[in-house]
């Protein structure tokens, strides 16, 4: 049996070569393997680019977080992957993690009150016959890097696993999050169980140093907030 044959990048089909692919179809076509394969241009003698850079990511458990946690040294063993690629995968997760943590007066993603939750997440909730639950994850400043679907239920509840909640904040290095579902009934009043997954998941959130800060219920065209009532 003959040993497999490597493709160089260049011998792909042209819209599955991450620079032409980027120039087609847009950067949010790209995986992060893609991506990265921008930045060192090349893979070795077994590996293209991009599969060098798919063994790099799973090395970090897919997780850019992670990623980002690697020094030159640790980029460097990987074969394929000398001091000037390294730091430019390094170069370039610094400048998403600054961008990350930027925030303006008028950014429309800053949360300063329950109205802001509201608005943010009432596109997802509005107008639906069957209960979901959701979070915004935020940083320092109260920026919402992420809203993130937990679960999806019937009319009347949805079951919400503390584990899952737990991990996409950490996932994203959330500093702090806000939980977020409907009551299609329109009635936005807290049930008891709202009331005890609350408590629950604030108490869990506060052992990994996370906040919880808020807990909006989104009705027909209203919203409850736990913070505004004095529940949280």
């Known amino acids: 049996m003959y040993p497999p044959i490597k493709l160089s990048i260049k011998a792909w089909a042209e819209d599955d070569r991450p620079r032409e692919k980027l120039l087609l179809k ?19 003698r077994t590996e293209s680019a991009v599969d060098l850079c798919k063994r790099i990511l799973a090395s970090a458990d ?26 430019a995968v390094i170069a370039a997760l610094e400048l998403g993690r600054r961008r990350n943590s930027i925030c303006t ?20 909730l509005d107008d639906l016959t069957h209960e979901e639950f959701w979070i915004l994850l935020l940083n320092r400043s109260n920026l919402v890097l992420k809203k ?20 996409a904040a950490l996932n994203a290095s959330a500093s702090a999050l806000i939980l977020c ?14 009331i005890r997954l609350t408590k629950r998941l604030k108490e869990g959130a506060a052992i ?11 009705g027909v065209n209203t919203y409850f907030s736990f913070a505004d009532d004095g529940l949280i």
């Open 26 to 44: 847009g950067r949010h076509s790209l995986s992060d393997a893609e991506l990265m394969a921008i930045l060192i241009g090349s893979g070795n």
């Open 62 to 87: 897919n997780n850019l977080d992670k990623m980002a946690k690697l020094n030159v040294s640790e980029l460097k063993n990987f074969n394929g992957m000398g001091e000037a690629k390294a730091l």
């Open 105 to 124: 007066e008028d950014d429309s993603l800053r949360i300063r009150s329950s109205a802001d939750s509201y608005r943010i997440v009432r596109t997802e």
């Open 148 to 167: 993130v679907q937990i679960s999806r239920g019937g009319m009347n509840s949805t079951i919400v696993d503390p584990k899952i909640v737990f991990k």
């Open 181 to 194: 579902h409907n009551h299609p009934s329109g009635v936005v009043k807290p049930s008891e169980q709202d």
């Open 208 to 218: 990994i140093d996370i906040a919880l800060l808020d807990h909006i219920i989104v």
